[in-house]
């Protein structure tokens, strides 16, 4: 089943084209890198999907639905979730605060049952307090919810941030960048954590500069230059693609990528 495709999409910023004429599709489940070098259009690309840009031309379909240009709630009811490049984190709540904000799109809704505080909306808050203690055991950061979010360490931020984007309950989820920063050990545990996320059916799709992460991890890779595909694939034929090779990987890059 196809999940996502994007059809000849183009973004163009006062004439420069960040992404031209791009066709893809993902099917559903599994790990999607889209790797390339800064400026092929990585961010652009996760902008359109998730609806903070709108494409100068061509459609995006999830679930075969044309969702394009549609606003980010309405993406995000309809099952896609996202992290950021730049932590997105609010340092001044507490961990498990910071989960309840990406649950919102679940919670009772009524005003009147939340101004008076009636049976449904206690239990909604108990139902969205519980998933998401169990979506910070499942990143790794149990027992963690009192603790204020800006005493965590980095690596544990990113996944606070993967957990918060969890708790929307999306099918596919994009994560911009969610090992940047990270140290080797760091790297690891965000490794292992998406390795769980797909092994129970959430889609992945993933930027990231890191080649080893990439390679490690990757079901299907799709390479970007200047906006356009480049190659896509398996992560051996990316490996050994000469075009990638030397539009993107160099030989620094071709040692960085080679089979751990």
Excluded: W
């Excluded at 059809?7 to 890198?33: C, D, N, Q, Y």
């Excluded at 239990?123 to 963690?144: F, K, N, P």
């Amino acid at each position: 089943m196809t999940l996502l495709e994007a059809v000849e999409l183009s973004r163009t910023f006062g004439g420069v084209h960040a992404v031209e004429g791009l066709s893809f599709s993902l099917p559903k489940g599994g790990i999607h890198s889209i790797i390339g070098p800064n400026g092929a259009g990585k961010t652009t690309l996760f902008n359109l999907i998730t609806g903070l840009l709108r494409p100068s031309r061509g459609r995006i379909l999830f679930k075969g639905e044309d969702v394009t240009g549609l606003a980010p709630e309405r993406l995000a009811r309809l099952g896609i979730s996202r992290t950021f490049q730049n932590l997105q984190v609010f340092f001044n709540m507490t961990v498990l605060e910071n989960i309840l904000v990406g649950r919102h799109l679940h919670l009772h809704r009524n005003p009147i049952s939340a101004l008076l505080r009636l049976p449904g909306f206690r239990r909604a808050e108990v139902e969205a307090r519980a998933q998401a203690e169990r979506l910070l055991e499942e990143v790794g950061l149990g027992g963690l919810g009192s603790r204020p979010a800006d005493s965590l360490p980095y690596g544990a931020l990113k996944r606070l941030e993967i957990a918060r984007a969890l708790a929307a309950d999306p099918e596919l989820l994009l994560l911009d960048e969610p090992a940047a920063g990270c140290n080797e050990r760091e790297t690891r545990e965000i490794a292992e954590l998406l390795t769980r996320l797909a092994g129970r059916g959430i889609t992945i799709v993933l930027v990231e500069h890191d080649m080893r992460l990439v390679m490690g991890i990757s079901d299907h890779i799709l390479v970007l230059d200047h906006g356009r595909k480049l190659a896509e694939g398996s992560a051996e034929e990316v490996r050994r693609d000469p075009r990638v090779v030397e539009a993107y990987l160099g030989r620094r890059g071709q040692d960085a990528v080679a089979a751990p």
